[in-house]
Antibody, heavy 121, light 107 residues
Framework: QVQLTQSGAEVKEPGSWVKVSCKAS????????FSWVRQAPGQGLEWMGG????????KYAQKFQDRLMITADESSSTVYMELSSLRPEDMAVYYC??????????????WGQGSLVTVSS | DILMTQSPATLSVSPGDRATLSCRAS??????LAWYQQKPGQAPRLLIY???TRATGIPARFSGSGSGTEFTLTISSLQSGDFAVYYC?????????FGPGTKVDIK
């Protein structure tokens, strides 16, 4: 059964960038999509973007189009989320989640444990 | 983007009682709807996909129904571990969107 393990908490200054990793283990990586979903403190879930590593295709929500990059390293079964030009409102827990086989849209299962990104000067 | 709404925002239920949660889409999502449970400090957990199919390992007391724009998650007999926030998600139209959640707490 696949398990997603994310990198640890980060504290960043406004205007900087953050890169969060998500390593899949115990199951199939190739062919599946992976998405990033964030949750601001006390708020709901927001889909940011996703990638299908086998096709090298990434897609982003319009809101993040110009400052989000999602990449994948198939050799290490790891997906990365890089968010630039950080603002205080980007403070959130960032989750990676596995989606469907060869499809960016679909339900998410499983999820990583989450990575808290704090943006503060 | 498809707007998802959920009601009520908070549902107070006694252990052993039934809980009925609603999710509405601003346009038809057919049966492309999932439900998640999230407990404090934890990642969301998939409960239901395809509007009514339970995910692996999900107890039968969780059931989903609906299609088009109206969906329901029913928890037949609430147990202590079921008090949490529940989110619906549509994946019919890009981008996938989530509802704001329903918090189920102890009455």
């Amino acid at each position: 059964q696949v398990q997603l393990t994310q990198s640890g908490a980060e504290v960043k200054e406004p205007g900087s960038w953050v890169k969060v990793s998500c390593k899949a283990s115990g199951g199939t990586f190739s062919g599946y999509s992976f998405s990033w979903v964030r949750q601001a403190p006390g708020q709901g879930l927001e889909w940011m973007g996703g990638i299908v590593p086998i096709f090298h295709i990434a897609k982003y929500a319009q809101k993040f189009q110009d400052r989000l990059m999602i990449t994948a390293d198939e050799s290490s079964s790891t997906v990365y989320m890089e968010l630039s030009s950080l603002r205080p409102e980007d403070m959130a827990v960032y989750y990676c989640a596995r989606g469907q086989y060869q499809l960016l849209s679909g339900w998410f299962d499983p999820w990583g444990q989450g990575s808290l990104v704090t943006v503060s000067s | 983007d498809i707007l998802m709404t959920q009601s009520p925002a908070t549902l107070s239920v006694s252990p052993g009682d039934r809980a009925t949660l609603s999710c509405r889409a601003s346009q038809s999502v057919r049966s492309n709807l999932a439900w998640y449970q999230q407990k404090p400090g934890q990642a969301p957990r998939l409960l239901i996909y395809g509007a009514s199919t339970r995910a692996t390992g999900i107890p039968a007391r969780f059931s989903g129904s609906g299609s088009g724009t109206e969906f329901t998650l029913t928890i037949s007999s609430l147990q202590s571990g079921d008090f949490a926030v529940y989110y619906c998600q549509q994946y019919n139209s890009w981008p996938d969107t989530f509802g704001p959640g329903t918090k189920v707490d102890i009455k």
